[in-house]
């Protein structure tokens, strides 16, 4: 059974960071590509991020994010991170984890975790 469990959330101050896990189990977590999708209150959901499987490691990021948030994957302890600095109230939002059909972090996300809520405020 594919288990995807995210951690790491909570409140933080403007401008603070946090790093977000995303624990993966009931598939070989190395070959599958994973995304980072969030969605903020009372709008809709965003991809913000994602990283290939099979060895490739090769990681994207939304406009939104880029230079902001950094993605990585430890495959030995099957878990995704995502480590958000300089946080912006307009960041707030439930984080979601998902697991791609390939290893192509695109290519569908056919299992999602319930997700963490991040909110940043004063």
């Known amino acids: 059974e594919v288990q995807l469990v995210e951690s790491g959330g909570g409140l933080v101050q403007p401008g603070g960071s946090l790093s977000l896990s995303c624990a993966a189990s009931?598939?070989?977590?190395?070959?599958?590509?994973m995304s980072w999708v969030r969605q903020a209150p009372g709008k809709g959901l965003e991809w913000i991020s994602g990283?290939?499987?099979?060895?490739?490691?090769?990681?994207r990021y939304s406009d939104s994010v880029k230079g902001q948030f950094t993605t990585s994957r430890d495959n030995a302890r099957n878990t995704l991170y995502l480590q958000m600095n300089s946080l912006k109230p307009e960041d707030t939002a439930v984080y979601y984890c998902?697991?791609?059909?390939?290893?192509?972090?695109?290519?569908?996300?056919?299992?999602w975790g319930k997700g963490t809520l991040v909110t940043v405020s004063s």
């Open positions: 990283v290939s499987g099979s060895g490739t490691g090769y990681t």
């Open positions: 998902a697991k791609a059909g390939s290893r192509y972090y695109s290519d569908g996300m056919e299992y």
């Open positions: 009931g598939f070989t977590f190395s070959t599958y590509g």
